[in-house]
T-cell receptor, first 114, second 113 residues
């Protein structure tokens, strides 16, 4: 049982490039989330999904896209990377609606845009 | 408007002593949840404790307890009998309506031997 896995662990992008951050969970959780954590700050919710085929915006969705074609996978797409997107990105998953607070986090992806 | 406020950027506590980490929140929704996460220097996020807005009693999980004062909109974390392994960043967070989650800026706790 690997939990939540994220790839890559580190990435450097040039301004204007695009990339996809991968997230997979093997706990059969319906709910999945993407957060970003800027230095010295708390996490901010980018997007979340309550099940395959359903996604919704969080607090800071601009510049990102997501899809959820399977229960296991929840990739985050960055289009036209900007320096403001330099951050650590965390993917998380949780049980159904009654336990959304207990989120299981991946190890994070540290992204630098230069 | 900031939804979660943690006013203590850093705290120190002697090993085996208790420590309280402050958290205040802002919401007008009647139904919400409050919780705390620990982030060690290795970077992972570890769930500690949860309190629902309708829960009558304060939540407890082992050495962690949540001092929930609804009228004051505070949800302080109390760690009893601190251990060296408790040194980490601690984040207070809120689940608001529509599955929106808001995290505070964190408190860095250092346990002194």
């Amino acid at each position: 049982n690997a939990g939540v896995t994220q790839t890559p662990k580190f990435r450097i992008l040039k301004i204007g490039q695009s990339m996809t951050l991968q997230c997979t969970q093997d706990m059969n959780h319906n709910y999945m989330y993407w957060y970003r954590q800027d230095p010295g700050m708390g996490l901010k919710l980018i997007y979340y999904s309550v099940g395959a085929g359903i996604t919704d915006k969080g607090e800071v969705p601009n510049g990102y896209n997501v899809s959820r074609s399977t229960t296991e996978d929840f990739p985050l797409r960055l289009e036209l990377a900007a320096p403001s997107q330099t951050s650590v990105y965390f993917c998380a998953s949780s049980y159904g609606a009654h336990r959304t607070y207990e989120q299981y986090f991946g190890p994070g992806t540290r992204l630098t845009v230069t | 408007a900031q939804k979660i406020t943690q006013t203590q950027p850093g705290m120190f506590v002697q090993e085996k002593e208790a420590v309280t980490l402050d958290c205040t929140y802002d919401t007008s929704d009647p139904s919400y949840g409050l919780f705390w996460y620990k982030q060690p220097s290795s970077g992972e996020m570890i769930f500690l404790i949860y309190q629902g807005s309708y829960d009558q009693q304060n939540a407890t999980e082992g050495r962690y307890s949540l001092n929930f004062q609804k009228a004051r909109k505070s949800a302080n974390l109390v760690i009893s009998a601190s251990q060296l392994g408790d040194s980490a960043m601690y984040f207070c967070a809120m689940r608001a309506v529509g599955n929106q989650f808001y995290f505070g800026t964190g408190t860095s706790l250092t346990v002194i031997p």
